[in-house]
């Protein structure tokens, strides 16, 4: 691990405690008189514009921002910054009808789980229950991962301290309050995220004042503007099916759909965080053009922080602790409580469980985020696992999706279109080291295909995984 230790480890260390304490002790004040289930699941069906859409865009906005679309950027070009933008906003674009016809067809559902069994069946049910809640536990852990090695990379502070304080404060008041608490300290924690989001980009403006811009860019990695730079086209176009894919599984936006006061009032939240998100992401990934513009050889996860800790002043490095515990806690809260509550609406037709549903999700919430604690202790990269999880939302999305339109899609064209979708997808899927795939280089040697498809097996695993499926759903 790098460290530049601008911060010592226990000024970091109570500086992570007392965020963690505040947002914990919010969440457990505010929500102690919002009983019941309702409450914990979609809060009470009553939730207004403001904390609707700071929920949103504090969900949606974890500490992968400050790593992810910098780190894409410096070998995906100015492709790779629009992709992350517009996969990361578009769903919720796309959201303003969903999630009013999901509320008016489906007016008592809590979960998009629970509309996929009432409107499929239990054998697609148990499948897209897998991929969400695979893809949300690795979401999870990364969030975990990245929040520590930032508090480690600026104070040297052990990974292992980082994610105790984070996940233990986030699974007391999420446990305790369920959506409600979570929605408070989301409205919290967007307005400390703007305002250090502010001070940020114009520290990073003042430290980089010459070098901000496109012009210096095109003068020194002309090829990250490039429309003949072919990574600009296939890594956009990879990062915004991806991520758009991914979150249209994302049961903590469901929960917030159904949380919603009414269907002006989601429309309006979901197109005010539509907005917002674009530019905070496009930003975070213009530094990464600019960290690779002034050094070639800049770490990528660590390009946005070469920028921003040029100078290296303790106020600097206590407003981006600030910000990535904020960023991380809004967004553990969330999965945490996204993953409770499929646990609880859909448990019983999955684990034959004689007692309480909302203590066993308990239960086996405590008990998965001991997993995630120690992984991401370990400061592992979970990249790979991260795109695996997105392959295969990728091949569930237009099936599931478009059958809500269209009475031609039975369950079983369902479950064969997403699996034959994944399947499809994994034999391009890239390796770890990107270097083949099952069917490119070890069913088939590489030499076999045009070099176009060994340098773009990413690309082509996430089309072929998206659209293959459209071609089975006529199958009887």
């Given amino acids: 691990m790098i460290s530049i230790n601008i911060l010592s480890q226990t000024s970091a260390i109570l ?3 007392v965020l963690s304490i505040i947002f914990l002790a919010s969440g457990i004040y505010y929500s102690r008189k919002y009983k019941g289930l309702n409450n914990y699941l979609i809060a009470n069906r009553n939730i207004g514009i403001f904390p609707l859409t700071a929920s949103f865009v504090s969900s949606a906005l974890g500490a992968w921002i400050l790593f992810g679309p910098a780190s894409a950027a410096t070998w995906g070009g100015i492709g790779a910054v ?11 674009l796309i959201l303003i009808t969903l999630g009013s016809k999901f509320r008016n ?19 697609l049910f148990k499948l897209i229950l897998f991929l969400t809640i695979f893809y949300m536990v690795i979401f999870l852990i990364a969030e ?5 090695i930032l508090v480690n990379y600026i104070s040297g502070t ?8 984070v996940v233990t404060s986030s699974l007391v008041y999420t446990l305790y309050g369920g959506l409600r608490a979570s929605i408070f300290t989301d409205s919290i924690q967007f307005i400390v995220f703007i305002i250090l989001l502010v001070i940020a980009i114009s520290f990073l403006a003042s430290f980089n004042s010459t070098q901000f811009n496109f012009e210096f860019i ?20 990879t990062f915004f099916i991806a ?4 979150n249209l599984f994302h049961q903590g936006n469901w929960q917030r759909i159904y949380a919603a006061k009414n269907n002006i009032i989601l429309k309006k939240s979901l197109l005010i965080s539509f907005f917002l998100i674009i530019p905070v992401v496009f930003f975070m990934g213009f530094s990464g053009l600019v960290a690779a513009s002034i050094d070639s050889n800049v770490i990528p996860d660590l390009a946005f922080f070469s920028l921003l800790f040029k100078e290296q ?27 409770s509550s499929l646990i609880i609406v859909d448990g019983n037709k999955i684990i034959n469980f004689k007692g309480n549903y909302f203590k066993l999700s308990n239960y086996l919430i405590i008990l998965l985020s001991v997993i995630v604690f120690v992984v991401a202790s370990k400061g592992l990269s979970i990249l790979y696992l991260f795109l695996l999880a997105d392959l295969f939302c990728c091949s569930a999305v237009l099936t599931v999706f478009y059958s809500f339109f269209t009475k031609s899609i039975s369950e079983k064209n369902a479950y064969i279109s997403i699996i034959i979708g994944i399947a499809a997808g994994l034999l391009f899927f890239p390796s770890p080291d990107f270097s083949k795939s099952i069917l490119v280089g070890i069913l088939f040697p590489i030499d076999f295909f045009p070099s176009f498809m060994s340098h773009s097996l990413l690309f082509l695993s996430f089309i072929i995984a998206t659209f293959v499926p459209i071609f089975t759903w006529k199958i009887k």
Wanted: charged share 10%; net charge positive.
């Fill in 243 to 246: 991520v758009a894919a991914t």
């Fill in 15 to 17: 500086l992570t405690l």
């Fill in 82 to 92: 629009i992709g992350y933008a517009l996969g990361t906003a578009f769903p919720l």
């Fill in 144 to 148: 975990v991962t990245a929040v520590s």
């Fill in 313 to 339: 002043t303790s106020l600097l490095s206590v407003i981006v602790i600030v910000l990535g515990i904020s960023l991380t806690i809004s967004s553990i809260d969330t999965l945490i409580n996204a993953i």
């Fill in 105 to 123: 067809s489906f007016p008592k559902a809590k979960t998009l789980i629970e509309v996929i069994r009432l409107k499929f069946g239990k054998q």
């Fill in 158 to 165: 052990s990974l292992w301290i980082t994610a105790l304080i």
């Fill in 218 to 237: 095109n003068l020194n990695k002309p090829n990250l503007l490039s429309v003949k730079y072919f990574p600009n086209f296939t890594a956009g176009l």
